[in-house]
Antibody, heavy 122, light 107 residues
Framework: DVQLLESGGALVQPGGSLRLSCAASGFVFPDYGMNWLRQAPGKGPEWVSGIGATGSTTYYADSVKGRFTISRDNSRETLYLQMTSLRADDTALYYC???????????????WGQGTLVTVSS | EIVLTQSPATLSLSPGERATLSCGSSQSVPYTYLAWYQQKPGLSPRLLIYDASYRATGIPDRFSGSGSGTDFTLTISRLEPEDFAVYYCQQYGSSPSTFGQGTKLEI
């Protein structure tokens, strides 16, 4: 079974930084694009960032461009999201999700992890 | 970016009935690159349909998707108790990929 396990969520002050991790198992991690999505309480999901299978191509939503950095370590089968200059509107449950193809964006997502909560508040 | 509008916001039905959920797009969705997800409380979204009409692995055949261009539909032919949840559509034909605001299917 494909499994995705996020970690690293926490309460952080505005302007702070955080790194999320997503440990993958059950599939050939280096063959697939991966993505981060988020969901604020009571809202629909929002795509945040994607990365191609090799890590050489990355994609970002305008709302996080310049503040967030996606990366992956294929030897460790782990996806990362480095978040800086965090704002209150970044508060959400952050999910990692697998794409069905090697490209890192413009795909459906299946499966999603269980999510890790990021709260930005003073 | 493409804005997806789902209707109705809430749909109240009973087990055994047919459910029809709509997803309208502000622009034509290229290649009918549209997906549907189901989300139950406390759980992550689960893929139901991709490319507008293809069921994901393990999804019962009472779920079907249709549509093209700017109008898409998710149909649940006979509702089971476990189908009551929130449903989201997602387009992935134009960057950035975007989601609708959801339809809550309630008893």
């Amino acid at each position: 079974d494909v499994q995705l396990l996020e970690s690293g969520g926490a309460l952080v002050q505005p302007g702070g930084s955080l790194r999320l991790s997503c440990a993958a198992s059950g599939f050939v991690f280096p063959d697939y694009g991966m993505n981060w999505l988020r969901q604020a309480p009571g809202k629909g999901p929002e795509w945040v960032s994607g990365i191609g299978a090799t890590g050489s191509t990355t994609y970002y939503a305008d709302s996080v461009k310049g503040r967030f950095t996606i990366s992956r370590d294929n030897s460790r089968e782990t996806l990362y999201l480095q978040m800086t200059s965090l704002r209150a509107d970044d508060t959400a449950l952050y999910y990692c999700a697998k794409a069905p193809v090697s490209r890192g964006a413009l795909a459906w997502f299946d499966p999603w992890g269980q999510g890790t909560l990021v709260t930005v508040s003073s | 970016e493409i804005v997806l509008t789902q209707s109705p916001a809430t749909l109240s039905l009973s087990p055994g009935e047919r459910a029809t959920l709509s997803c309208g797009s502000s622009q034509s969705v290229p290649y009918t690159y549209l997906a549907w997800y189901q989300q139950k409380p406390g759980l992550s979204p689960r893929l139901l349909i991709y490319d507008a009409s293809y069921r994901a692995t393990g999804i019962p055949d009472r779920f079907s998707g249709s549509g093209s261009g700017t109008d898409f539909t998710l149909t649940i032919s006979r509702l089971e108790p476990e189908d009551f949840a929130v449903y989201y559509c997602q387009q992935y034909g134009s960057s950035p990929s975007t989601f609708g605001q959801g339809t809550k299917l309630e008893i």
